[in-house]
């Protein structure tokens, strides 16, 4: 008998544990079995002779009754949610989440410089710069832009888009090349090398703590760094496609 009710016992306590199924209309009977399983306790295993058969019988109809409610709530229940970052659940499981952002990237602009010759193998994106309060439509949401250069968020490993603006003040078919740097890999070149423009729009796939940035990868180039004519800025799309 003692070794029935601690198996009793222990399925109570799992369904303690649970929590009614999350659905558009959730109405669930909750048991207090708990208190039922009073009058079973106090009875002495040493004495069961005393044991009437009208309280055997009531011990009888008392289990399967508590076996037929828990077999109920394991089928209508489930486990108990744990919230995870900016998440909380409130004693009614009302889900609601805090902080944050939908949108995770940033955009800098150039810092005001009206001219700049930048030289081979200089970083490019030291100019720009993310302002505060969001001016000059800049932002970074997850603090990760720093002195030209972004270091990808962990969790946010995956496909990024990527563009780059830059306006030249001097253009010479065949001399400058800017390049989309990944850590030490040049990934993407733009410029008025051989024909090509100075600016584009890319996907890439990335990996948390990769850190980017924009390198002069041939010759030099003459930049204008005004807030409204000069930008790069990187969006994370999606973990996969």
């Not at 959730?26 to 208190?35: D, G, L």
């Not at 037929?68 to 394991?74: E, F, M, N, V």
């Not at 952002?101 to 700049?116: C, I, L, Y």
């Not at 253009?171 to 070149?189: D, F, H, K, P």
Request: net charge negative; glycine share 8%; charged share 15%.
């Amino acid at each position: 008998m003692t070794s029935l009710l601690q198996k009793i016992k222990e399925l109570v306590i799992s369904v303690d544990a649970k929590q009614d199924l999350i659905t558009e209309t959730t109405e669930i009977e909750v048991f207090n079995i708990t208190s039922n399983i009073n009058f079973i306790d106090n009875i002495d295993p040493n004495n069961y002779n005393s044991i009437s058969y009208t309280s055997l019988k009531y011990i009888e109809d008392s289990i399967n009754s508590f076996v037929s409610q828990i077999g109920d709530l394991t089928t209508t229940k489930q486990d108990k949610l744990t919230a995870g970052d900016n998440i909380t659940i409130d004693e009614n499981n009302n889900i609601s989440s805090t902080g944050g952002s939908s949108f995770v990237g940033f955009r800098a602009t150039g810092d005001g410089t009206f001219s700049q010759t930048i030289a081979f193998g200089q970083t490019i994106s030291s100019k720009f710069v993310v302002y505060a309060a969001q001016a000059n439509s800049t932002f970074d949401t997850e603090s990760g832009y720093s002195s030209g250069t972004y270091t990808i968020p962990t969790g946010y490993t995956g496909w990024w888009e990527t563009t780059l603006k830059l306006y030249m003040l001097g253009y010479s078919e065949g001399t400058a090349q800017v390049g989309l740097r990944q850590n030490t890999t040049t990934i993407i070149t733009t410029g008025n090398y051989q024909g090509e423009r100075g600016d584009f729009t890319t996907y890439v796939y990335l990996t948390e703590g990769d850190v980017m940035s924009i390198r002069q990868e041939q010759n030099s180039g003459q930049y204008s760094f005004f807030t409204t004519r000069s930008w790069w800025q990187m969006k994370f799309i999606s973990a996969t496609l």
